[in-house]
């Protein structure tokens, strides 16, 4: 197949060449032959259509049997002109694989391993706040004068009934104060009604340096959720000093737990800044302990009210 202007190629048939944008060669300058001893191929494909064209004395091609989208790109890939000169032409070479990628170096700082291990409570919190603050209010999209509107007879209803069963209980007027019908019904955190409440509700400063005016709320809700988050926020505002210091005193005088914010607070400061990495490590252990705790509790305390709310409404 060599001749005196270099080696020969298979020609394009004309109907490939008007597909595929090439011009059309005449095979009539050409003595083409098939390869000796090529076995026959296991179906049809690009080159079996060149090498039966090679053969035939007829130019007509079927095109019909390769109609599909994946056999028209594959024979659009084989119909290209190769750009250098050779001996021979292979359709036939697998494409060569690429390089496997090369894993990253991992970094060997100390400093920031230590961190990665000692805040990875901060770091679950960073990454879960939206989660938590999306999953810890039971009423977010219901509007609180409506539901209160709706709530206040069924509620008075239930204190009226509590009142007549145990009147020995409610001698004295400072006992369960809050579930007078002149406070306020729901907490503005989780949506439960104060007035029903097992223990007292918070009082929670609006400015934390007067102690009037004040907002009823959940004590115990907003305590748990403050460890749960790591974010010490209520009804607007940030928690001061002052609040955590009171908050964590109604905790202890209500006998609700061990679930005291000033407490998680002090953890989290250990954990960032204590001055061995056991000290460090040892506080952010018990930090988490602190916040499975309080998580589960929270959960606990979200069903019941839940199932209280459901309850009341029918």
Not at 211 to 226: E, I, N, Q
Request: proline content about 11%; charged content about 20%.
């Amino acid at each position: 197949m060599a001749s005196a202007k270099g080696p020969m190629f298979i020609p394009i048939p004309p109907s490939l060449a008007q597909r595929c944008g090439h011009d059309m060669v005449d095979p009539g300058s050409f003595n083409i032959a098939p390869p000796p001893g090529l076995p026959p191929p296991c179906s049809m494909c690009p080159g079996d259509v060149l090498r039966a064209f090679a053969h035939a004395k007829s130019a007509v091609i079927e095109l019909d049997s390769i109609s599909s989208c994946a056999a028209m790109q594959e024979m659009s890939a084989f119909c290209t002109r190769p750009e250098s000169t050779g001996t021979r032409c292979s359709t036939d070479e697998p494409a060569t694989p690429p390089a496997p990628p090369t894993p990253e170096s991992q970094t060997t700082d100390p400093e920031v391993a230590c961190v990665g291990a000692l805040t990875a409570w901060a770091l679950e919190a960073k990454r879960d706040v939206g989660v938590e603050e999306a999953t810890l209010s039971l009423s977010t999209d219901i509007d609180e004068a409506v539901l209160e509107k709706a709530l206040a007879p069924v509620l008075k209803d239930i204190l009226s009934q509590e009142k007549q069963k145990g009147k020995e209980k409610f001698a004295n007027s400072s006992v369960r104060w809050w579930t007078r019908p002149s406070a306020p019904l729901l907490c503005p955190l989780s949506g439960f009604p104060t007035c029903l409440l097992p223990y007292p509700p918070f009082k929670l400063r609006v400015d934390p340096t007067r102690s009037a005016p004040h907002r009823l709320v959940d004590g115990k809700y907003l305590a748990m959720t403050c460890i749960v988050t790591g974010r010490f926020a209520a009804c607007g505002r940030e928690l001061q000093t002052s609040d955590i210091s009171a908050l964590d005193d109604y905790i202890h005088r209500c006998k609700l737990g061990p679930f005291r914010p000033g407490r998680a607070a002090a953890l989290m400061q250990q954990a960032a800044s204590s001055p061995t990495p056991k000290q460090q490590e040892a506080a952010a252990q018990e930090l988490e302990r602190l916040m499975a705790s309080a998580r589960a509790e929270l959960g606990k305390v979200r069903r019941i009210q839940e199932n209280r709310l459901t309850q009341i409404k029918q």
